[in-house]
């Protein structure tokens, strides 16, 4: 454009000239105008402005949705800065040659730099692309990191609130040990939950209904399919039948009337003095196989020191290697004397020289431990008949308590066993153990109904204080009342 100009310079005086460079120059502006709207239309479209390369830009911070992912703000990669670094490069040679576009004339040199102009944008726009792949990743990284992280502050939470539960467990726990273990009916709660009693109190306290054959009836599944054994439901509802036809009663008056029923069942004189007998007082305790009777004698010798009583106990289990051992620590634990045989020793024999050692020692009570054994096997009830007689050879009327243990956890079962080693050995009360871990303590009204043998002991938890006096009223307000 500039040569044009020269060349028409001269003769710039002649009105012809003057009106041709006009038309010319129009004609030039027209094509320039045509051609940057071209260009415009190609042209990429305008790439982002690029932050600065030190500053992470506001946007990248990854957004909280949720209150619980804290906020992670990494650096930048080596990646994503060179990324920037040659988008930065490319926007400002981008940049310069637009400059330089602006301040050239010829158009040949136009050209080029707009040719050159178009490829420097398009490698800015290139490299601005590419950094943003970086930055998304980082945002991704970001993202990641903070779940990472609220995921482990989540699980220190719940591993706080577990020790501060555990704490107050432990606190409820002392409290229970201090106020002498857990109580009878606690030991109860499962029985009252989920045993036959929740049945019986849907019975009892739906609508008032009038007790009929068919309130009866129900009275009946629930009592036949509950741990109390056949005779003794059929005998509470033979009671209930014959007290609704003496009078009319609702729902609400034949719980009364069962309640009180069991009350008169299960309350059968035992003796919890630990002594009278002696001295010294002997008793030997039987049962079968994990029934809890090393347990429950070290839990009987613990309570009988503490009350001032003096105590041994005789290893009669020498069928097991370590039952002896387990003995030892609860003697130890009691603060109570033991003697114990060689391992298979002749357990009467063991027993004997404990009980004579017991009599020498003017000890209060003398407690005899003896192998588990299955109450069908004849052979190992004649051993148990012998222990009682050499017993009795040591110190004449003794033993005064036979204590057969027996597992709550075995429900009717439980009364079969009692049923044997009564006849086996005559036994004169029964220490239930494991109330604390089943339902079936409705068992314990069987045994008394139908042994006629008092429930001396409650077995409540495994630990010293869990061995309850068993309170028939106790037993009958905690399945009974609300
Ligand atoms: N939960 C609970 N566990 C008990 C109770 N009484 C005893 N146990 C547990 O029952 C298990 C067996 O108790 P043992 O005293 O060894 O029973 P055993 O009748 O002497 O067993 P053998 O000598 O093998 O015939 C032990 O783990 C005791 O801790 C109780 O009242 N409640
Ligand atoms: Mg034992």
Sequence with gaps: MVTLLADVAPSASDPSTLITVGVVLVLVALMVFALRKVMRRGRPPEAPKLQSQTQVPPELTPKVEAPALPKVTLPPSEAEAARRAEAEQARAKAAELAALKAKVGTEAQQHQLRDDLEAA???????????????????????????????????????????????????????VDAEGGQTLSAGLA??????????????????????????????????????????????????????????ALGSAELKGVIREEVQRIVTLKANHALKGGGPPHVIMVVGVNGAGKTTTIGKLAAKAQASGLKVLLAAGDTFRAAA??????????????????????????????????????????????????????ANLMEELKKV???????????????????????????????????????????????LDGTAKGGVIIGICDELKVPVAWAGVGEKVSDLKAFDPKEFVAALFDD
């Design 190 to 247: 499962k029985t009252k939950r989920e045993g036959f009693m929740a049945r019986l109190a849907g019975l009892f306290g739906g609508a008032p209904r009038q007790v009929d054959e068919s309130v009866l009836a129900e009275l009946e599944e629930v009592l036949f399919t509950a741990d109390i054994g056949v005779k003794t439901a059929s005998a509470l509802v033979d009671h209930a039948r014959a007290a609704s036809k003496s009078k």
């Design 121 to 175: 944008k398009r490698e800015a726009y290139r490299a601005e692309k590419a950094l943003e792949v970086e930055e998304r990743e980082r945002k991704k990284r970001e993202r990641e990191a903070a779940e990472r992280q609220a995921a482990e502050e989540a699980q220190r939470s719940v591993a706080e609130a577990a020790r501060v539960a555990q704490e107050k467990k432990d606190a409820t726990q002392r409290k």
């Design 388 to 434: 009682k007689r050499v017993i009795d050879k040591a110190l004449p009327g003794a033993p005064h308590e036979v204590l057969l243990v027996l597992d709550a956890t075995n429900g009717q079962n439980a009364i079969m066993q009692a049923r044997q080693f009564h006849d086996a050995v005559g036994i004169t009360s029964i220490a239930l153990t494991k």
């Design 324 to 377: 002896a051992e387990q003995l030892d620590v609860w003697a130890v634990r009691a603060g109570a004397e033991l003697v114990k045989g060689k391992d298979e020793a002749d357990p009467a024999s063991v027993i004997f020289e404990a009980v004579k050692q017991g009599i020498e020692k003017k000890v209060d009570l003398v407690i005899a431990d003896t192998a588990g054994r299955l109450h069908t096997k």
